[in-house]
Every structure is written in structure tokens, then in C-alpha cells.
């Protein structure tokens, strides 16, 4: 069974910056395209930033570079560094995977259409200002 653990949330002031971590089990994450997504109160769940197998990122247009994902295959986990906080990051952030999934493109398409089967239970991150 594949679990997808997310921690490193928290409250930050704007300007700051936060590190999430995913933990994988139940598979050999190095086959998998891996996400994450974030959902505000209110609003649906959006892409922020995916990674394919071969370590290839794509990001939501809206980050202006803020953001920036990693993954390390050796210990099945994937990273979100956030820097330059806004309050309007504000949100519970999810971590997602998928078997395969390969380049911009496919990274693109999955990240609008949230094509991931596999999603952790999310962790909350509060800019204020």
C-alpha cells in the first residue's frame, strides 16, 4: 500500500521561507512522478510544483520562481522549498504521486488536471503579514 506522509508546515511570517518533506512507502519511489498540490479554504485544490522520475521539475506560472521541488530517490522523498512567503501561499499543502510520467508536458497536463492516484493527507502552512 502506498502512503504519502507530508510534514515541515507551519506559520511563517511574509518574506519567510518553510521546507516541506514527503515521505513515500509501499514503493520504489524513483518510478513514480511525484507533486504537490495546495487547497485554501474555499477554493479548489491547484497544482504548485511536480517531478518526474528523471528529476525534471515544472511549476505553476503564479510562483515567480519562489518555489522550488527536489526529490531524493535514495530515501523516497520529495521537497517543497518556499521561499519569499505570501500570505496568499496560505493553504494545506498535499503531496501526490503517480507511477511513471515523464517530461514538461505530461508534468504540465497532471499538475492542471490533478492526474496523481496516489495523495498524502496534507499540512498546513499559514503565511500572516
Known amino acids: 500500500q502506498v502512503t504519502l506522509v507530508e510534514s515541515g508546515g507551519g506559520s511563517v511570517q511574509a518574506g519567510g521561507s518553510l521546507r516541506l518533506s514527503c515521505q513515500a512507502s509501499?514503493?520504489?519511489?524513483?518510478?513514480?512522478?511525484m507533486a504537490w498540490f495546495r487547497q485554501a479554504p474555499g477554493k479548489e485544490r491547484e497544482g504548485v510544483a511536480a517531478i518526474d522520475p528523471d528529476g525534471t521539475p515544472t511549476y505553476a506560472d503564479s510562483l515567480e520562481g519562489r518555489f522550488i521541488i527536489s526529490r531524493d530517490n535514495a530515501k523516497n522523498t520529495l521537497y517543497l522549498q518556499m521561499n519569499a512567503l505570501k500570505p496568499e501561499d496560505t493553504a494545506t499543502y498535499y503531496c501526490?504521486?503517480?507511477?511513471?510520467?515523464?517530461?514538461?508536458?505530461?508534468?504540465?497536463?497532471?499538475?492542471?488536471?490533478?492526474?496523481?492516484?496516489?495523495w498524502g493527507q496534507g499540512t498546513q502552512v499559514t503565511v500572516s503579514s
Open positions: 509501499g514503493y520504489s519511489g524513483s518510478k513514480n512522478s
Open positions: 501526490a504521486a503517480e507511477a511513471g510520467g515523464y517530461g514538461v508536458s505530461w508534468l504540465s497536463y497532471a499538475l492542471r488536471t490533478r492526474n496523481f492516484s496516489y
